[in-house]
């Protein structure tokens, strides 16, 4: 898929990685970005291609109401998250029910939502931006996120599976930490997010299903074919 001329709709967008997918998206000659938020004020792109829209993950209506209003649609970005931090063993379970309302059922939602746009334009490209806790719980507080990422992952390969016919790549991008504000308590080697939006585009452009973007994610999914032993190392000894 060619960037340039496509009309994108990149969800939280008004920071972090997704902000970065805007300027990459621009970058490339893209006609139109839809840069959603919850608070689509916050987002302060002078570009005249870029057009602000509310979109939640967890209001269906938000989702929409987007969907109405960008029609023209052919490469949807789901980058919008969250992490509550929660304990599997510990936490209360609305927690770890809001982790996967947001990551698995609101990303599900966003796809259905602009599936037929995207079949109606002739295809396109579906990005998932999705975490190398997927594969891996590595910390405590990292339980529930790693659940809701795993759920994430395996449905960006059903939902893969039945787009096929429609022209419609559907990719997952994997990273270990990125220097957002989402890791900043995180005490961990974090790479630029511009460097996530450049690795991913570069892969729709390419026709990639799966982005590694950092040696993290590289070495994990290596690892996953091995005994699993060699990832949880440093917690038995």
């Known amino acids: 898929m060619d960037i340039a001329g496509a009309t994108a709709l990149v969800t939280g967008a008004n920071r972090g990685i997704g ?34 829209l509310r979109l939640d993950l967890l209001d269906e209506k938000s989702i929409s109401e ?12 789901n980058n919008a998250g969250i992490t509550t931090g929660a304990d599997l063993l510990t936490a209360d379970l609305d927690m770890i029910r809001q ?5 698995l059922f609101g990303t599900l939602r966003v796809i259905r939502a602009f599936a037929p746009a995207l079949t109606a334009n002739g295809g396109g490209a579906i990005v998932n931006v999705l975490s190398v ?14 659940v809701a990422k795993a759920a994430e992952w395996n449905m960006t390969n059903g939902v893969r599976v039945e787009l096929a016919g429609r022209n419609i790549l559907v990719q997952g991008v994997h990273l270990g930490a990125a220097d957002t504000d989402m890791m900043a308590g995180r005490d961990a080697p974090k790479i630029d997010p511009a460097d996530v939006a450049r690795a991913s585009l570069d892969g729709v452009q390419a026709g990639s299903i799966e982005v ?15 005994d699993p032993a060699q990832l949880y190392a440093p917690l038995t000894g």
């Open 19 to 52: 902000r970065r997918f805007v300027d990459q998206l621009l970058e490339r000659g893209a006609e139109r970005v839809y840069a959603t938020a919850r608070r689509p004020e916050a987002i302060g792109f002078s570009d005249p291609r870029v057009v602000p």
């Open 212 to 226: 590694l973007v950092d040696d993290p994610s590289r070495f994990v999914k290596a690892a996953l074919s091995g």
């Open 99 to 103: 982790d996967l309302e947001t990551h």
């Open 133 to 146: 806790l997927a594969w891996v719980a590595t910390h405590e507080g990292s339980g529930s996120y790693s």
């Open 66 to 77: 987007a969907a109405a209003a960008a029609q023209d649609v052919t490469l949807l970005v």
